[in-house]
Structure formats: structure tokens, C-alpha cells
């Protein structure tokens, strides 16, 4: 059964930094992209980032450009989103996914 | 950057009735990779259709997705109690990025 767990949300104040991470299982990690999506309390999807499975390629949406940085180590079928400068409208809770698997998302509060 | 609108943005039905939701791109869709999800309050979206019309694995068939280029659409053909949900396409062809529609929700009336 693939699973994708996330971890490392939590509360951090505005200018704060924060590491997301997916725990991957049920699949070889290795061959597959991976992506990051967000929801704010109440709202939309948002896509924000994405990685080729080698880790060689990163892609990132306007809004989070020069804060965070997607990696991976495919050795611990791990993804991760490491956020910088953290903003209160960064609030959301943070989905990874590989279509057609998600997370269950792990929420990221960020307030002072 | 592709902007993706949904209409309408409620739709309020009664179990066992026929929901249309439309998803209209501001450009066209690389080869009509246009997916759509079903998001239940509280869960993660589930992928429901992919390449604008392929469905995924263990989605019932009265889902059915269609179109190309700029607009499609996704038939619920009987709503069934666990359909009411918030539904959202997403294009992810070509270069990123790949952006969602603000969602339609789908409603008992």
C-alpha cells in the first residue's frame, strides 16, 4: 500500500524558519516526481513546488520563490521543503504528493 | 501562468440528479493534461480524472471527465451521498506552474 506521511509542521513566528518532510512507502521513491501543494484555512489548492525524481530538477511557484528549497534523498524515500523567511500568509496546511497518492498534510501555523 | 476557472462556483443538487461542472484555462492546455480532484472537508484531495478525460484507478464510473484546449468538464452522472464535496481541476502540462481553479462545490439541495 503506498503511503506518504508528512511531518514537521507546527507553529513559527513571521521571519521564522521551517522543515517539511514526507516519509514515503508502498512504491519506488527513486522513479518518481514529487510535489508540494498548500491549502490556507478555508481556501483553494495551491501548487507550490515540484522535484524530478533524481532530484536534478526543482520547480517553484511565485509566491514561494528564494524561501524554500525542495529536496530529496531517494536513499530514505524522503521529500522535503525547507521554508525561509517565513510569512503569515504561508499559512496552509502542506500536502505532499505523486499523484494519485497525497498525505494527510501537515499544518503550518505562522503567527506571532 | 494558466489561470483555470471554475463554474459555478455552487452547485447545489439532489442525490441521484446529474452535476456539470465546468473548468475553463485562460490558455490552451498542453496536451490536455487537465486533472480533477474531489476534496471531502478534513481529507486530502483525491484524484478523480487525469489527461482531461482518463479516470483513476478505483473511481466509480458515473465520474466522467471531457474536453481539450481551454475547456472541459466533469460530469457526476447520479450524485451518490459521498459525492458532496468541493471539486477542483488542475492543469499540469507544459512548464510550471501547474495551477489549480478556485473549486466548485457541490451541495445538497
Known amino acids: 500500500e503506498v503511503q506518504l506521511v508528512e511531518s514537521g509542521g507546527g507553529l513559527v513566528q513571521p521571519g521564522g524558519s521551517l522543515r517539511l518532510s514526507c516519509t514515503a512507502s508502498g512504491f519506488t521513491f527513486s522513479d518518481y516526481s514529487m510535489t508540494w501543494v498548500r491549502q490556507a484555512p478555508g481556501e483553494g489548492l495551491e501548487w507550490i513546488s515540484s522535484i524530478s525524481s533524481s532530484g536534478g530538477a526543482m520547480y517553484y511557484a511565485d509566491s514561494v520563490k528564494g524561501r524554500f528549497t525542495i529536496s530529496r534523498d531517494n536513499a530514505k524515500n524522503s521529500l522535503y521543503l525547507h521554508m525561509n523567511s517565513l510569512r503569515v500568509e504561508d499559512t496552509a496546511v502542506y500536502y505532499c504528493?505523486?499523484?494519485?497518492?497525497w498525505g494527510q498534510g501537515t499544518l503550518v501555523t505562522v503567527s506571532s | 501562468e494558466i489561470v483555470l476557472t471554475q463554474s459555478p462556483g455552487t452547485l447545489s443538487l439532489s442525490p441521484g440528479e446529474r452535476a456539470t461542472l465546468f473548468c475553463r484555462a485562460s490558455q490552451s492546455v498542453s496536451n490536455n493534461y487537465l486533472a480533477w480532484y474531489q476534496q471531502i472537508p478534513g481529507q486530502a484531495p483525491r484524484l478523480l480524472i487525469s489527461g482531461a478525460s482518463s479516470r483513476a484507478t478505483g473511481i466509480p464510473d458515473r465520474f466522467s471527465g471531457s474536453g481539450s484546449g481551454t475547456d472541459f468538464t466533469l460530469t457526476i452522472s447520479r450524485l451518490e451521498p459521498e459525492d458532496f464535496a468541493v471539486y477542483y481541476c488542475?492543469?499540469?502540462?507544459?512548464?510550471?506552474?501547474?495551477?489549480f481553479g478556485q473549486g466548485t462545490k457541490v451541495e445538497i439541495k
Open positions: 504528493a505523486n499523484n494519485p497518492h
Open positions: 488542475q492543469q499540469y502540462g507544459g512548464s510550471p506552474p501547474w495551477t
